[in-house]
């Protein structure tokens, strides 16, 4: 399988640069590592919701950290992403409850409404659907999570539903 380097523009604000040294802040003045995970969140939601490696040394550089220790971190953490995707995320809980409750079928019925495998982005940019870990929602099996969101008792209604809203702009994913 061949590897493709992706490129982004790395646009690291004042705005952003505050919000970065004010998460610093909170650790010892020799602990700036501490503040890795929240600062790569920062960064990441400030580039279209991707790390690259020219942003994750950007990172390291104002972290003064090697970049290996930025890359450990984001290679390890699925919520770190290394490479374009899709605006609307759809990431279907694919633990045990959600599976007895059908969540692999709702994922090839949204793959397949979408025209897309998992883990690639619509031609559009709109989307992507990805499976990942437990969400902490067994009891409201089958869910995905979109952005800060988490949408409980699936069924394909819900999915017309909520890419319907999706693409019309009448979503909320994110808090900020």
């Excluded at 493709?4 to 998460?23: C, F, G, K, S, V």
């Excluded at 020799?30 to 950007?58: F, G, M, R, T, Y």
Aim: glycine content about 6%; some cysteine; proline content about 4%.
């Amino acid at each position: 399988m061949e590897k493709h380097h992706y490129t982004q523009e790395i646009n690291i604000t004042d705005a952003l640069m505050a919000r970065i040294n004010e998460l610093v802040s909170h650790y010892p003045a020799d602990k700036k590592k501490s503040a890795l995970l929240p600062v790569l969140h920062e960064v990441q939601d400030a580039h279209d919701n991707w790390l690259s490696i020219e942003l994750q040394n950007k990172v390291a550089e104002i972290l003064e950290l090697k970049p290996i220790e930025v890359y450990e971190v984001v290679t390890f953490y699925t919520m770190f992403n290394q490479r374009p995707v899709g605006k609307y995320m759809l990431e279907f809980c694919q633990t045990s409850p959600c599976c007895q409750r059908g969540v692999e079928d709702l994922m090839d019925y949204t793959c397949q409404k979408l025209n897309v495998g998992i883990a690639q982005p619509t031609t559009d940019g709109l989307f992507e659907v990805r499976g990942v870990e437990c969400l902490g929602a067994c009891g409201y099996a089958p869910m995905l999570q979109l952005g800060d969101y988490y949408h409980e008792h699936l069924t394909k209604e819900k999915i017309d539903q909520l890419i319907d809203d999706c693409k019309a702009g009448n979503i909320t994913f994110y808090d900020k």
